[in-house]
């Protein structure tokens, strides 16, 4: 068995945790965080879980119960939530050079050449350090392979063996002794397996981790996928799953958004279609991609039989690819008058970038040469707003179509609702704690 490791770390009830972070009157209460439009819980504090709320439930079913427990519901916050991500992974980065950062609140590291008394000393020292500079609670989970890494992670969160100290380093345990977690883990509780596959392996009589663990890898490829048979591989301890130092670019980019109300007239979807383009053109820049098309769609309330039901989407193919902002929100306008229709109450409408490529192999046109000066200035026109809005705060800086005014636009009823929303507590000067002494 190889001396290397992988850790995994992830945020305790992430988002909960952020918002505790800056509000003591949070702690030892329910506490759950709301997704677009406050509409389902996304996040649910330990006393919120066992209340019995699920993730996924819709507010307005629990609310009335949820309240009179003493229960507090937040707006998902994720200017501060993507902030603290930073630090932590920040502080995480220390303890290794080599660092994936699967999501907003976890982590995977390697270590090598690490004795079992050292790894568990390592783990708990960088489970403080994360704490004491953060504030963030982690569990931490080691195993040979990411996959063990991953159970090890969840036996720490969750298995009484472990939840005490939220370190759980699968490297150090016997067969034996792995083999009686496995045996009382269900097949979809592992990482890459979900409840659709865990069906099909119960019909081959695979009914927990250990199951799948010792189920022949011919099999597997015969009945089921590649991915299933490298899981149960992983489970073994065969390392199938390298890191991601760097993440590989998206194939497709989506900016979309529920409103904050039905909306029947053209201009603030234009505004909103606006925003959204802008958004997906950040996210394609920051990867140093450009797009050669894109889909506008709109969706109306599907649950509202009473109204008339309309679905369009549009795909408009660029003349050459771009990243350009203007460019983009152009034929993003040219999408949205073509699908529009009056008559309809618009609940949703977004933008998919499709048919992405590097900037070194952006196709050129016959007469790109005379634009370059153009494609220049434009390039760092865009470059300097990027800059100002990272720097100041996204939409410090917005073209024209996304409304003339900040008031104009927040007015227009495209918005989310957000009426639970807590302060930028760690990125506006104006929303930063404040403390009074008494």
């Known amino acids: 068995m190889s001396n290397t490791v992988f850790a995994l770390i992830d945020g305790n009830n992430f988002y909960v945790s952020c918002e505790r972070l800056f509000n003591p009157a949070l702690h030892d209460r329910p506490v759950v965080v709301l997704s677009n439009n406050d509409g389902c819980c996304v996040a649910r504090s330990n006393e919120a879980k066992a209340m019995g709320i699920a993730m996924g439930t819709p507010y307005f079913r629990i609310r009335e119960s949820f309240e009179r427990a003493g229960g507090i519901a937040l707006s998902s916050n994720y200017t501060l939530y993507a902030d603290l991500s930073q630090r932590m992974m920040s502080v995480i980065g220390l303890y290794s050079d080599h660092q994936e950062i699967y999501s907003i609140d976890e982590a995977f590291i390697e270590w090598t050449g690490f004795s079992t008394l050292e790894l568990g000393a390592l783990a708990t020292r960088l489970r403080q350090q994360v704490i004491r500079w953060t504030g963030i609670p982690v569990g931490i989970g080691i195993g040979h392979t990411k996959t063990l890494a991953k159970f090890a992670n969840h036996l720490a969160k969750k298995h009484p063996d472990f939840k005490a100290s939220g370190i759980c380093n699968l490297a150090a345990l016997e067969t034996d002794a792995l083999k009686d977690y496995l045996l009382e883990t269900p097949t979809h509780a592992i990482w890459g397996i979900g409840r659709r596959w865990a069906l099909r392996l119960a019909a081959l009589g695979l009914h927990n981790a250990w199951d799948l663990r010792e189920a022949a890898s011919s099999r597997l490829r015969q009945e089921t996928n590649v991915v299933v048979a490298k899981t149960a591989l992983e489970l073994r301890g065969t390392r199938c799953l390298s ?54 769609f709109l969706h109306t309330p599907p649950f509202q039989e009473r109204l008339p ?27 949205l008058k073509t699908i529009y229709r009056p008559g309809y109450h618009y609940q949703k409408a977004g933008v998919m970038l499709l048919e992405l490529s590097s900037t070194q192999g952006q196709q050129r046109t016959l007469f790109e040469e005379q634009k370059v000066p153009s494609s220049r200035n434009r390039e760092q026109l865009l470059g300097v707003m ?3 809005n990272r720097e100041m705060g996204r939409e410090t800086l917005w073209t024209a179509s996304q ?7 927040m007015s227009e009823g495209w918005r989310m609702n957000r009426r639970h929303l807590s302060p930028a507590y760690t990125t506006r000067w104006d929303q930063l704690l404040t403390v009074q002494a008494s």
């Open 386 to 388: 990027d800059l100002i």
């Open 403 to 409: 409304g003339l005014a900040l008031r104009e636009r």
């Open 309 to 335: 039901q309309y679905h369009p989407s549009v795909t408009v193919r660029l003349q050459e690819p771009t990243q350009d902002t203007l460019t983009l929100t152009q034929a993003a306008l040219r999408g």
């Open 243 to 296: 890191l991601e130092r760097i993440p590989p670019p998206r194939q497709q980019i989506i900016s979309s958004r529920s409103f904050g109300q039905l909306l029947t007239e053209p201009t603030p979807l234009r505004q909103a279609i606006s925003t959204y383009t802008a958004r997906a053109a950040e996210k394609l820049r920051r990867q140093a991609s450009y797009t050669q098309s894109l889909t506008v």
